[in-house]
């Protein structure tokens, strides 16, 4: 079965500081990548998306992240943290498994933590 | 934000009844899914449909089914609730699989 794996079940960063929040995904075949952020008692949003192209992307609130097929990663990265970036953020993978559909799997997720 | 509600948002129920939590858009879109969300275990899909009447399976659905009767219309059923089962639901909608999806604000369920 494909797998989304984000190694990092808490991070903690102080404010101001850099962010990278990690996702590996199990499939050889490119993917459909997505980062979603939730905040406490919300569902979730969407960050950015990968669907080919180029493959650094960009997202709202000043996310950005890489596409490494040689890594079977898709990392999210922000330059400055803020506060008000602490919530739940999860990688997703859409890819069709051999003979089968478009399954969407998402990882386990990564809380973030920010000290002022 | 996408149309999307959730109906109820918190529910309390006893060991052995049956549940039913509902999924309302307005988007129109084909893709409707329902989601469970744990402690450790992130989002795990229960049941997804891709029209009206059609469904399939997703990772987590043993004691769940689920009915579409309605484009805007996607049903979550315990026939018979367990402690299990106690989880915040999320329900999705998405134009295409393999697109963004669209969250509604969730069904906290508690089975006692």
Same mark, same amino acid.
């Given at each position: 079965a494909q797998s989304v794996t984000q190694p990092d079940i808490h991070i903690t960063v102080s404010e101001g500081a850099s962010l990278e929040l990690r996702c590996n995904y199990s499939y050889g075949a490119t993917p459909y990548l997505f980062w979603y952020v939730q905040s406490p008692g919300q569902g979730l949003q969407l960050l950015l998306k990968y669907f080919s192209g180029d493959t650094l992307v960009q997202g709202i609130k000043g996310f950005e992240a890489e596409f490494k097929?040689?890594?079977?990663s898709f990392n999210l990265r922000?330059?400055?943290v803020h506060w008000s970036d602490a919530a739940e953020y999860?990688?997703?993978?859409?890819q069709r498994p051999s003979g089968g559909s478009y399954i969407p799997t998402f990882g386990r997720g990564t809380s973030l933590i920010v000290h002022p | 934000d996408a149309g999307i509600t959730q109906s109820p948002r918190h529910k309390v129920t006893e060991t052995? %009844?049956?549940? %039913?939590?509902?999924?309302?858009?307005t988007e129109n879109h084909r893709y409707m899914y329902w989601y469970?969300?744990?402690p450790g275990h992130g989002l795990r899909l229960i049941h997804y449909s891709y029209?009206?009447?059609?469904?399939?399976?997703?990772?987590?659905?043993?004691?769940?089914?689920?009915?579409?009767?309605?484009?805007?219309d996607f049903l979550l059923t315990l026939e018979s609730a367990t402690s299990s089962q106690t989880s915040v639901y999320f329900c999705a909608i998405s134009e295409l699989l393999n697109t963004e999806a669209f969250f509604g604000q969730g069904t906290r369920l508690t089975v006692v």
């Amino acid at each position: 079965a494909q797998s989304v794996t984000q190694p990092d079940i808490h991070i903690t960063v102080s404010e101001g500081a850099s962010l990278e929040l990690r996702c590996n995904y199990s499939y050889g075949a490119t993917p459909y990548l997505f980062w979603y952020v939730q905040s406490p008692g919300q569902g979730l949003q969407l960050l950015l998306k990968y669907f080919s192209g180029d493959t650094l992307v960009q997202g709202i609130k000043g996310f950005e992240a890489e596409f490494k097929r040689s890594q079977s990663s898709f990392n999210l990265r922000k330059p400055s943290v803020h506060w008000s970036d602490a919530a739940e953020y999860f990688c997703a993978v859409v890819q069709r498994p051999s003979g089968g559909s478009y399954i969407p799997t998402f990882g386990r997720g990564t809380s973030l933590i920010v000290h002022p | 934000d996408a149309g999307i509600t959730q109906s109820p948002r918190h529910k309390v129920t006893e060991t052995g %009844t049956p549940v %039913t939590l509902r999924c309302h858009q307005t988007e129109n879109h084909r893709y409707m899914y329902w989601y469970r969300q744990d402690p450790g275990h992130g989002l795990r899909l229960i049941h997804y449909s891709y029209g009206v009447k059609d469904t399939d399976k997703g990772e987590v659905s043993d004691g769940y089914s689920v009915s579409r009767s309605k484009t805007e219309d996607f049903l979550l059923t315990l026939e018979s609730a367990t402690s299990s089962q106690t989880s915040v639901y999320f329900c999705a909608i998405s134009e295409l699989l393999n697109t963004e999806a669209f969250f509604g604000q969730g069904t906290r369920l508690t089975v006692v």
